[in-house]
């Protein structure tokens, strides 16, 4: 068969930040009896007109609306669609509106079944992956990333899932109670292949799945004496020599969800956990101190939030000398806790915001309990602009606390460029063409 595989964008434009896709790879990986072509939305624009026996989404919620309307000029002329990812398995049959057929969860061995039945001209209309499957048959076709516009990165994955279950996520609920990781040798012989000279970038949504396994990726990761960043949880600071372990082993940035200064706000989003570390600045110190910069990111709505969280938030992430920074209005998905109970107490603006021709990227969502809705969403933007201001960037690269490091402090400007220019790009943009 033609396959054409399709990453939509939030919109018909491109992103700076875009990073390739592991899981088109995937796919592609999958499909080596066909012919596959891939176009990413983000990157580059879909060609008019394109012809095929079958075409595949992956689908977010922020996409969900661009993501219908490519299918739906598919469909109309004759061309099957299927769609997977996140959204899809939440709301099978809103997608299935736009789709033929969805294949929810993981997309091994459902995938495999899907094409032979599409071969056959008999598409089931629900294929359900396995998301307690072993990852010891991690496969990725990165020749269909090649000549597209990418973050100068190389990505890999080690595990799928997280031990945590916060109010406002929907991993725990997409991938089960149980995290999942690959063997660390067959990770090791992966990377070989790729670009030595690129920070690595874990896509994992927690790389700190459980001490035995991060023992295990970090045996693996040290003699490579390569560069690389991961998401994790805020809990790995409490083990000093953990963190000298990660620093030895080549990790010069970790993504880490401070999400609020509020303790009450914590225990909300059932993250009180996050506190076990001790005070954050220790923990921004700690990290620092061993050459590993950190990218921290904000959430703002809860019950207890109000103008002033916001503003005590930016003034910690600029005095800790936070390298890279996000401050995001609370964002209810589906499939979260957190989404439900705001539907449940009538406080959602738009229950299907995602599919609102009149939401803009930004907008409030909700109406939280002591902000307004409109000083929600114009506090984030605010902090966001202060934080990326030319003299913050400029204070951040050269007035750094980590050692010094011609490779890190050319990291940290590139991503602040970038996310400046994001910030600005996103705010205020519909969803879809």
């Excluded at 009896?33 to 075409?55: M, N, S, T, Y």
């Excluded at 089931?124 to 990333?145: K, P």
């Excluded at 690959?182 to 994992?204: C, H, I, M, T, W």
């Excluded at 103008?307 to 910690?316: A, G, K, M, V, Y």
Aim: glycine share 6%.
């Amino acid at each position: 068969m033609n396959i054409i595989l399709i990453r939509p964008n939030m919109g018909d434009y491109r992103s700076a930040d875009a990073m390739p896709p592991l899981a088109m790879g995937i796919l592609a990986a999958r499909a080596s009896r066909h012919q596959v072509r891939f176009f990413d939305d983000k990157a580059e624009a879909i060609p008019p007109g394109l012809e095929a026996d079958l075409v595949a989404l992956s689908v977010e919620t922020f996409t969900a609306r661009r993501a219908y309307q490519i299918a739906d000029d598919f469909r109309r002329r004759g061309i099957p669609v299927v769609m997977g990812g996140y959204h899809p398995t939440f709301l099978p049959e809103e997608a299935l509106q736009h789709a033929d057929t969805i294949v929810t969860g993981d997309a091994e061995g459902a995938w495999e079944r899907l094409l032979e039945d599409a071969a056959k001209g008999r598409l089931q209309r629900i294929y359900r992956g396995d998301n307690q499957a072993r990852l010891d048959d991690i496969r990725i076709d990165r020749s269909i990333f090649a000549g597209k516009r990418y973050a100068p990165v190389e990505l890999a994955q080690y595990g799928r899932g997280c031990r945590f279950v916060c109010d406002f996520c929907s991993i725990h609920q997409f991938y089960g109670p149980r995290t999942r990781t690959r063997p660390a040798e067959q990770l090791r012989d992966e990377l070989a292949g790729l670009n030595s000279k690129r920070l690595l970038f874990f896509v994992d949504d927690n790389l700190f799945s459980s001490r035995p396994e991060l023992d295990a990726l970090l045996r693996v990761m040290t003699p490579l004496r390569r560069h690389w960043s991961c998401q994790i949880s805020i809990d790995v600071a409490r083990d000093s020599a953990l963190l000298d372990r990660l620093a030895a082993a080549g990790c010069r940035y970790v993504l880490i969800g401070f999400e609020s200064l509020e303790p009450a706000n914590l225990k909300q989003m059932r993250k009180p956990w996050n506190q076990v570390a001790g005070e954050y600045r220790r923990v921004v110190a700690a990290l620092h101190a061993r050459g590993i910069g950190i990218y921290g990111t904000f959430v703002f709505g809860y019950d207890h939030d109000t103008p002033d969280t916001i503003r005590r938030s930016l003034d910690f992430a600029l005095e800790s000398r936070l390298d890279i920074a996000n401050f995001n209005p609370l964002t209810p998905t589906p499939g979260s806790a957190l989404y439900d109970r705001l539907r449940d107490e009538g406080r959602l603006l738009s229950p299907q915001w995602w599919l609102d021709p009149d939401y803009r990227y930004g907008d409030p969502i909700f109406q939280p309990r002591q902000i307004s809705a409109g000083e929600l969403a114009e506090g984030c933007f605010e902090a966001k602009r202060a934080f990326y201001a030319w003299s913050s960037i400029v204070r951040r690269v050269f007035d750094n606390d980590t050692p010094f490091s011609w490779f890190s402090r050319s990291m940290t400007t590139v991503a602040n460029l970038i996310s400046r220019r994001e910030v600005y790009r996103k705010q205020g943009r519909s969803l879809g063409t």
